[in-house]
């Protein structure tokens, strides 16, 4: 007897970014790079005007969060520190502490749609936002992974510059 295969809310490939969510983003990059070398870190304080659309289960708020970017060869490590607004990276720090909070393993020039086909096998968009040319939004598969899962634009989508960088004279 042979066994049916469903078809999956999404196909993914690859982890593209690991998202880990902290208290301190200047201690923390510090001790990424003095423990484990990783960076250089290109640090960014996303707020209005350039993050737009902020949504948290469902409703409407204003966001701010400080969010640090460091490639490992193919993978993107992503820490970020609530500042404002009601955030589900300030639930994890509440619920958690600090730790690892999601992964981006699906990238799509249609997040909407990738949000939707998640939302079709009981995984809620628990928030989303635009941030200059990236949109994203994340989806709870806790229940069904054990983390958190985020879509997003493909990486080719321009970033501004970084408010600093870490260690303070790297070139990125």
Wanted: aromatic share 8%.
């Amino acid at each position: 007897m042979g066994c049916g295969l469903l078809a999956p809310a999404s196909k993914v490939t690859r982890i593209h970014q690991i998202g880990l969510v902290v208290k301190d983003i200047d201690r923390a990059v510090e001790n990424y790079w003095k423990i484990l070398g990783i960076g250089p870190w290109q640090i960014y304080r996303v707020r209005p005007p350039l993050l737009e659309n902020g949504t948290y289960n469902g409703k409407q708020t204003d966001q701010e969060f400080i969010l640090a970017l460091a490639t490992l060869e193919n993978i993107e490590l992503e820490l970020i520190q609530p500042v404002k607004g009601k955030t589900i990276y300030d639930d994890f720090l509440k619920s958690r502490g600090e730790g690892l909070h999601h992964l981006m393993c699906d990238r799509s020039e249609d997040v909407n749609g990738k949000l939707a086909a998640y939302e079709k096998i009981g995984a809620k968009i628990i928030q989303s936002a635009k941030f200059g040319e990236d949109e994203f939004g994340y989806v709870n598969t806790e229940g069904l992974l054990g983390t958190i899962v985020e879509v997003d634009k493909p990486a080719n989508v321009k970033m501004p510059p970084p408010d600093k960088v870490y260690p303070p004279d790297a070139k990125v």
